[in-house]
């Protein structure tokens, strides 16, 4: 069945939080832990495609104990921001990249495809209809979260035959409100994030839940972040628990570990990589090993390491823990590389600087 043109209704929602409510969230929104008043659905079936796309009152979804989703983890998601610009209007960072990355996600999970116009109708719709969400000042945003899972109520092991796609909305504070401060990274010795093919490149929960056990494990030895090594050889650098890895040269140039199918293809990742280069830095795309990471400090090979993903957007670390040593780029402290990097790209972002690549696009 072929999709159908995107149209979509809304439903307003009967009682919004007031104005006041809504400020006193805004003023302290944190991440991920309050929601607007609306969110958006839409289904898919065999027979029908996509339909009924809509704007309907954030609330619960009803559940069957047996919908596929609880029992195989048949789900995707995606993670992006609507920032508010100076003059008043609110822009969207490569929002298309996320509707293609999800489409990627879809079929390595066996889940139809999302149409991009339709992915760009489901965030423009509701970035439109809860506007007054947005935050703005600092880096404040309104981070939107589509998810697509399997919602046939049905035990069999073979893909869903109904498919429910969402899109929920949260107004996000600053990641570092006093300043952008370096982390520590732990280095998983027992556990691998994904394998060779696995579902590493695709944005599921799977992966996701699969480091919160090392992740802890991080957070016990003192560190905000888990480093993972591959599956195979446990030698290769992959990413983080949920950022991408680059490591600055002393001669100027920057390293990101290259996409094997088993590291997330970030959005944020290849931003960077031509950031880097518009800023007059050689980029290359290799292996990196985990001895190069350790003794590339020691000898001071390599000058700064940091790490990027949506939330944080470029997060500096400062250093590389395991069970009896540690690796220190530098001095410790975020380097003059990664500062200028996340300033160009925050800069951007924000509307304070061109687009020379065209990435941003208004959506109110």
Not at 124 to 150: C, I, K, N, Q
Not at 157 to 165: F, G
Not at 276 to 291: N, P, Q, Y
Request: aromatic share 10%; proline share 7%.
């Amino acid at each position: 069945m072929t999709t159908p043109p995107y149209e979509s209704r809304r439903d307003p929602h009967p009682a919004p939080r007031t104005p006041s409510e809504r400020e006193a969230i805004l003023a302290e929104p944190g991440f991920g832990v309050h929601f607007t008043d609306h969110m958006f659905l839409a289904e898919w079936t065999p027979d029908s495609g996509w339909r009924d796309a809509r704007v309907v009152p954030y609330g619960p979804l009803s559940i069957d104990p047996a919908t596929a989703v609880l029992h195989y983890a048949q789900e995707i998601f995606e993670g992006l921001k609507a920032y508010s610009h100076a003059d008043g209007s609110v822009w969207l960072f490569r929002p298309e990249e996320n509707a293609a990355r999800l489409r990627r996600s879809a079929h390595r999970l066996a889940l139809p495809e999302l149409p991009d116009e339709w992915f760009l109708g489901s965030i423009r719709d509701l970035v439109t209809a809860d506007r007054a969400w947005v935050p703005h000042g600092g880096e404040t945003s309104l981070y939107l979260r589509p998810f697509m899972f399997a919602s046939e109520v049905f035990l069999g092991v073979r893909p869903s035959k109904h498919v429910t796609y969402s899109v929920i909305a949260s107004p996000a504070g600053a990641y570092f409100p006093g300043g952008v401060r370096p982390v520590s990274i732990w280095l998983s010795s027992d556990y691998s994030r994904a394998a060779s093919g696995g579902t590493g490149a695709a944005k599921c929960g799977g992966n996701y839940a699969a480091s919160l056990l090392p992740q802890q494990e991080a957070i016990d030895n003192g560190c905000a972040q888990v480093a993972f090594l591959d599956a195979e050889k446990h030698r290769w650098v992959e990413e983080l628990g949920g950022m991408n890895l680059y490591f600055v040269q002393s001669d100027g140039s920057i390293v990101t570990p290259e996409l094997t199918g088993s590291i997330l293809e970030g959005i944020t990742r290849d931003s960077i990589l031509q950031i880097a280069r518009d800023l007059g830095h050689e980029v290359v795309e290799r292996r990196v090993s985990i001895d190069e990471w350790r003794d590339g400090t020691a000898d001071g090979t390599i000058t700064e390491v940091f790490a990027c993903g949506t939330a944080a957007v470029v997060t500096p670390v400062g250093a590389l823990k395991w069970d009896g040593g540690q690796a220190v780029a530098g001095d410790g402290e975020a380097g003059k590389v990664t500062m200028d990097v996340r300033s160009a790209l925050v800069d951007l972002q924000y509307g304070r600087a061109d687009d020379p690549h065209g990435w941003m696009r208004q959506v109110v």
